[in-house]
């Protein structure tokens, strides 16, 4: 009994015996560097103590968990306005940049290339030094600026990806702009929108940990309380091993999210049957009799 051989695809040739034995050798000399580098770090942090009982200590004690469970309720809290204000800002811009209106357009331009190009950390500074505005309120503002310009962005090229017969047909049918961009350009647009809006909401989520320097009290906040007491020996590490992996986790499941999102617009829409009335007899015209 003969093997046939595997069928080659469009974007690559299926690998030979030779080509597969010698990924198999890149993956074990991989794999195993990166246990070696893992064993490494672990063997540093157990010379360094950092796995000693006093250093864990405080994350037994319930005063402590509250606190950590508090200052991730105001990350989440931050993040959830930030994001909201972002997504209506950037499309309030990017309606302003295709506007018709050259005065609208440039200022909207203006807007976004100033706010894009402004460090979120100067304007949250501003916010909070100059107007004098609360912990969070100044946080969320200077998120909600920088992420709604680059949000701004992505809008508008997302609209302006899909193809012009869409837009010219829709004007044919005698809709206004407003109703093109609305219900026939939008729609398209939001699959190829979503990934870069979803990364951008990430990035939201990750920088409320500036808000630390402006003496909120969310999650890295309350980490560097802990990290910087004396009682419990200095548990830098210990509270960094605790944080990060829940940031990561929570990017991930906003990401997560975004595929779920977007398997769910992939989805063809399904047709119901519509009974259609049997055929009859029109009207005779005169002179067929």
């Given amino acids: 009994m003969t093997r ?10 299926v690998p030979g015996p030779a080509a597969r034995r010698r990924h198999r050798t890149y993956g074990i000399v991989s794999t195993t560097l990166i246990l070696a580098a893992a064993g490494w770090i672990v063997f540093l942090l157990l010379d360094t103590g950092q796995f000693s009982g006093a250093k864990w200590t405080p994350f037994a004690y319930k005063g402590i968990q509250e606190l950590l469970l508090r200052g991730l309720g105001n990350t989440l809290k931050a993040f959830a306005y930030a994001a909201v204000l972002s997504l209506a800002l950037g499309a309030v811009l990017a309606v302003g940049r295709l506007s018709d209106h050259r005065a609208v357009r440039w200022v909207s331009t203006l807007l976004v290339e100033f706010f894009r190009a402004m460090p979120v950390l100067v304007m949250i500074f501003f916010v909070f030094v100059a107007l004098k505005a609360q912990p969070l309120t100044a946080l969320v503002t200077g998120l909600a600026l920088y992420n709604g310009s680059v949000l701004a962005e992505v809008f508008r090229t997302g ?3 899909v193809d012009r017969g869409q837009r010219e047909a829709a004007y044919a049918l005698g809709m206004r702009k407003t109703q093109v961009t609305t ?8 699959r190829a929108m979503l990934p870069t809006i979803i990364s951008q909401l990430v990035v939201a989520l990750k920088d409320t940990s500036l808000g630390f320097l402006i003496t909120y009290e969310e999650f890295l906040h309350a980490g560097k309380l802990i990290a910087s007491n004396l009682d419990y020996d200095l548990p830098f590490i210990p509270v960094v091993m605790v944080i990060s992996p829940i940031y990561i986790g929570l990017c991930m499941l906003l990401s ?4 779920w999102v977007a398997r769910q617009e992939r989805r063809s829409p399904k047709t119901k049957a519509v009974e259609v009335a049997p055929a009859e007899p029109g009207t005779v015209l005169p002179g067929m009799r």
């Avoid at 997560?256 to 595929?259: D, N, V």
């Fill in 159 to 161: 609209i302006n990806s």
């Fill in 4 to 13: 046939t051989a595997p069928a080659a695809t469009a974007l690559y040739d």
């Fill in 256 to 259: 997560w999210f975004a595929t």
């Fill in 183 to 190: 219900y026939v350009l939008a729609p398209q647009a939001v």
